[in-house]
């Protein structure tokens, strides 16, 4: 017993249906040698010839929905909207799907306006990476061994960069003690970094923000000649090294250490007198007690070179000599005054 294909009206022109059941031969020899199929076949052979008898509407092509779709479309001047079809009896249909298009590269989005070119195209790692890549060395705690060995390690790492380039080092630390005056770390971390800065082939500019104290001041006072600056609320402090704290040490054992600290604190005074310009017996003398040094006295005891305040250029720039003020004042200065 045969089954064929049964086929419904079409939608369209061009969108033809058929429906063929699946499991079914047209010979029948095969539906005769099996008891289920002779039994089966029957009530699928009406319920095919009830289907096909059926009407089926057919698609309006007047469909108020699908005609304001197909004006909207024809309109657009997007090359990717939906388009009417040439045949008024078949639904509007999209170019996308018969001829895909890819983008060549990915959208652009437009940059907002605090957005500017020094801003990286990716997060950095951290802080201290963003700053290095502007070729910025912050101290911004107590000299321990752990700042000692980041600020050692980007001092050399700019220098592999461009040893031609020069190197900003802000520095806001208390040096090797705390805010408190306790060590926290020994007096070879500081001239670790004085060191460093001194072999490098790169112009060192350094920058006081907040505090420069102990050993942070002597590398405030290294800097280039000329490119010390100091903001003008900062504070800079020049006092003896500290003994550490001696525990359960044995005598002999404080006697060496106290040899250390005269030491240390004997080549800090030579240091400080180099680069300050004073004799080394001035600075010995006002280091006898901690000696607090704000952005003016700084700059006349020689930390700093300059100090940084906003406008400062501008207003120098346009004041006037004495000369000039007492010639616009009609002030004549008698000869021999």
């Known amino acids: 017993?045969?089954?064929?294909?049964?086929?419904?009206?079409?939608?369209?022109?061009?969108?033809?249906?058929?429906?063929?059941?699946?499991?079914?031969?047209?010979?029948?020899?095969?539906?005769?040698?099996?008891?289920?199929?002779?039994?089966?076949?029957?009530?699928?052979?009406?319920?095919?010839?009830?289907?096909?008898?059926?009407?089926?509407?057919?698609?309006?092509?007047?469909?108020?929905?699908?005609?304001?779709?197909?004006?909207?479309?024809?309109?657009?001047?997007?090359?990717?909207?939906?388009?009417?079809?040439?045949?008024?009896?078949?639904?509007?249909?999209?170019?996308?799907?018969?001829?895909?298009?890819?983008?060549?590269?990915?959208?652009?989005?437009?940059?907002?306006?605090?957005?500017?070119?020094?801003?990286?195209?990716?997060?950095?790692?951290?802080?201290?990476?963003?700053?290095?890549?502007?070729?910025?060395?912050?101290?911004?705690?107590?000299?321990?061994?752990?700042?000692?060995?980041?600020?050692?390690?980007?001092?050399?790492?700019l220098q592999w960069m461009d040893p031609k380039q020069p190197i900003y080092l802000y520095i806001n630390s208390t040096g090797t003690t705390r805010d408190d005056g306790e060590t926290v770390a020994m007096e070879t971390e500081g001239f670790a970094i004085y060191d460093a800065m001194m072999q490098l082939k790169n112009e060192i500019e350094t920058v006081a923000v907040g505090a420069a104290i102990g050993q942070a001041c002597l590398l405030l006072a290294a800097g280039k000649k000329g490119r010390r600056f100091m903001m003008p609320h900062s504070k800079a402090m020049i006092q003896q090294p500290r003994v550490p704290s001696s525990g359960q040490m044995p005598a002999s054992d404080v006697i060496i250490r106290a040899k250390e600290v005269v030491t240390n604190k004997d080549t800090l005074v030579k240091l400080l007198a180099k680069h300050t310009g004073n004799s080394v017996d001035t600075v010995s003398k006002v280091m006898q007690r901690p000696f607090y040094m704000d952005s003016i006295k700084a700059k006349e005891f020689g930390v700093i070179d300059k100090i940084l305040w906003r406008g400062q250029e501008k207003m120098m720039a346009d004041a006037l000599s004495p000369e000039e003020w007492d010639r616009q004042a009609g002030i004549k200065v008698a000869d021999g005054l």
């Open 1 to 157: 017993m045969a089954c064929g294909a049964v086929t419904f009206p079409p939608l369209s022109p061009r969108m033809p249906m058929a429906f063929a059941p699946s499991g079914f031969s047209s010979s029948s020899s095969s539906s005769s040698s099996s008891p289920f199929f002779s039994a089966a076949a029957a009530p699928l052979r009406i319920r095919a010839a009830s289907t096909a008898a059926l009407p089926v509407p057919p698609l309006n092509p007047r469909d108020p929905f699908l005609s304001k779709l197909a004006s909207a479309a024809a309109a657009a001047p997007d090359p990717f909207a939906l388009a009417s079809s040439p045949d008024p009896d078949s639904p509007p249909y999209l170019h996308l799907f018969d001829s895909p298009k890819l983008m060549a590269t990915p959208a652009q989005v437009e940059r907002s306006v605090s957005y500017n070119e020094h801003r990286p195209r990716k997060p950095p790692p951290d802080l201290p990476s963003l700053l290095l890549h502007g070729r910025i060395v912050y101290i911004g705690m107590p000299l321990v061994p752990v700042v000692t060995e980041l600020v050692i390690a980007e001092l050399l790492y």
